[in-house]
């Protein structure tokens, strides 16, 4: 079975960081790509960083260009998302999913979310 587990979120208070992992499982791991999205409370699912794990492409949403940093771990069948300088707009459930395809397509498969806060 297809398994995507997020862990990592939590409550921080804005300026600090949190690193979300997301462990996958089920699947060729290297053929894939690996996004993060996020859903805040009454807003629409946006995409926030994605990684192509055969070819290490990279993708980030531009509100978290320089604050975000993805990275795939192969070995370990797991993507990280860093998350520094972390402002209160960034309160959202943050989801992985994966896709055969690129980043740029929809994703197969989705996994349960971890709630990140960020107080004020």
């Known amino acids: 079975d297809v398994q995507l587990q997020a862990s990592g979120g939590g409550l921080v208070q804005a300026g600090g960081s949190l690193r979300l992992s997301c462990a996958a499982s089920?699947?060729?791991?290297?053929?894939?790509?690996i996004g993060w999205f996020r859903q805040a409370p009454g807003k629409e699912r946006e995409g926030v960083s994605c990684?192509?794990?055969?070819?290490?492409?990279?993708y980030y949403e531009d509100s978290v260009k320089g604050r975000f940093t993805i990275s795939s771990d192969n070995a370990k069948n797991t993507v990280y998302l860093q998350m520094n300088s972390l402002k209160p707009e960034d309160t959202a459930v943050y989801y992985c999913a994966a896709t055969l395809g690129s980043c740029y397509d929809g994703m197969d498969y989705w996994g349960k979310g971890t709630q990140v806060t960020v107080s004020s």
């Open positions: 089920g699947f060729t791991f290297d053929d894939y790509a």
């Open positions: 990684i192509s794990n055969n070819d290490g492409n990279t």
